[in-house]
């Protein structure tokens, strides 16, 4: 797709949801001349039935990606493809790399490969998904070789999380960490509730990073199309860019 805004290469993006928010932030990060092609698809209940059952709705979008010549095709919303475990998720993209023969990857292989640029090795994460699923977002990690001493939900309905006031999951996350003090990173699953805002006193107070969902996209997008733009105020991964 050869056009003058996105000189710097354009990014395929499939969001879960019609909820607002998150679109938005993940362009704000992104620097001048990278262009982004949102499409949707309808999780609405949050529910392990509803997230297996998308993968075919995924699929059709990555196809209509690929006919558009995105350079890259970013599949977000982690949950989907989580539960299908590291090796699951692994396997389904390089199958769709190679039919549509465009990059694909998600949001869980984003965080993972954050991971690894820190080198954290041990972490603890906080979701707004009830305990079965977090025990599967665990699992993944796992399966990636990261040690997770925790992943714990807060307990809101998938409809109200971006009510939630961001202080209230700071002081959450916090508790978590410190009662798991040999965690070497903090993960932040899912874009929805509005933390962006948190990852610096965390990074601060905690002293180690914060893998939060949104900029670990941003960082991602910007390595595959050979970008480097650091951003200041949303935590160490996009300062350092590492």
Request: net charge positive; charged share 25%; proline share 7%.
């Amino acid at each position: 797709m050869a056009l003058t805004s996105c000189w710097r290469g354009t990014v395929g993006l499939i969001k879960p949801n019609y909820r607002p928010g998150s679109t938005e932030d993940l362009i704000r990060m992104l620097p001048e001349g990278i262009g982004v092609i949102p499409l949707h698809i309808d999780i609405d209940k949050g529910s392990r039935k509803q997230f297996e059952a998308s993968i075919p709705d995924y699929e059709k979008m990555v196809a209509k990606l690929a006919e558009l010549e995105a350079d890259i095709i970013h599949p977000a919303g982690s949950p989907p493809f989580q539960i299908l475990g590291y090796r699951g998720e692994q396997a389904l993209m390089k199958r769709w790399e190679k039919k549509y023969k465009r990059p694909v990857f998600t949001n869980g292989m984003t965080q993972v490969n954050a991971f690894r640029a820190f080198k954290a090795r041990r972490i603890v994460g906080a979701s707004y998904f009830p305990a079965e699923l977090n025990r599967s977002f665990a699992q993944y990690f796992r399966q990636a070789g990261i040690e997770v001493l925790a992943m714990q939900g807060v307990d809101v309905p998938f409809d109200k999380v971006q009510t939630l006031a961001s202080t209230e999951v700071y002081r959450f996350i916090k508790k978590m960490f410190l009662a798991h003090r040999k965690a070497q990173a903090i993960y932040i699953l899912g874009p929805a509730w509005r933390t962006l805002d948190i990852i610096d006193p965390l990074e601060g107070d905690l002293g180690v990073p914060v893998v939060h969902h949104l900029p670990a996209q941003a960082w991602e997008i910007q390595k595959r199309l050979n970008v480097r733009a650091p951003a200041q105020g949303l935590g160490r991964l996009l300062r350092e860019m590492p």
